[in-house]
């Protein structure tokens, strides 16, 4: 049972392009959420996505959208990216209303 | 105020010693308490999780929750050097599953 997939695993930007990070879910899971870990910091929720739509969002600005598609697979963006956007990209899938949360690896965004 | 407070450590100890690892959290409506374990640049792993106050045992992790206090503790008996990661609290309110609140983690060093 494949666990929480993430792509790419590294990605190099540089200030104002936009970028696109993807997320599989496990298996049998439909919700998928997504946080922002900075270097030496805990993840912070951006937002969390079921059912195709939002459902929560984090503070983080309307620069961060999301999408979730039928197959439950789902994507963050961020357009004019910043400095202050590098960080490790977690996605964590879950069953509906539930508590369990299950991370990926991890896409791990410089902004230079 | 952050939500949830973690002692980014480090933390070093011996093979074989007890470990407590510590969080506190200030929202109330907190109800899930979860224990992450994060190897370096990889996701977080979900090691415990605990509904309200009590304890939860789970072969040499033990999860204890003081609602009374707002205190989050991860007790590892005969700690192995595979141990050492940073440990991460976490909590969600219940209300709005699936927004993990994280303390900052507490990086642990267990040597032979």
């Known amino acids: 049972d494949a666990g929480v997939t993430q792509s790419p695993t590294h990605l190099i930007k540089t200030r104002g392009q936009q970028v696109t990070l993807r997320c599989s879910p496990k298996s049998g899971h439909d919700t998928v959420s997504w946080y922002q870990q900075a270097l030496g910091q805990g993840p912070q929720f951006i937002f969390q996505y079921y059912e195709e739509e939002e459902r929560q969002r984090g503070n983080f600005p309307d620069r961060f959208s999301g999408h979730q598609f039928p197959n439950y697979s789902s994507e963050l963006n961020v357009n004019a990216l910043l400095l202050g956007d590098s960080a490790l990209y977690l996605c964590?899938?879950?069953?509906?209303?539930?508590?369990?949360?299950?991370f990926g690896p991890g896409t791990r965004l410089t902004v230079t | 105020q952050k939500e949830v407070e973690q002692d980014p450590g480090p933390l070093s100890v011996p093979e074989g010693a007890i470990v407590s690892l510590n969080c506190t959290y200030s929202?109330?409506?907190?109800?899930?308490f979860m224990w992450y374990r994060q190897y370096s640049r990889k996701g977080p792993e979900l090691l415990m999780y605990t509904y309200s106050s009590g304890n939860k045992e789970d072969g040499r992790f033990t999860a204890q929750v003081d609602k009374s206090s707002k205190y989050i503790s991860l007790f590892i008996r005969d700690s192995q050097p595979s141990d050492s990661a940073t440990y991460l609290c976490?909590?969600?309110?219940?209300?709005?599953?699936?927004?993990?609140?994280f303390g900052r983690g507490t990086q642990l060093t267990v040597w032979p």
């Open positions: 929202n109330s409506a907190f109800q899930y």
């Open positions: 976490a909590s969600d309110r219940g209300s709005t599953l699936g927004r993990l609140y």
């Open positions: 964590a899938s879950s069953p509906a209303r539930s508590y369990e949360q299950y």
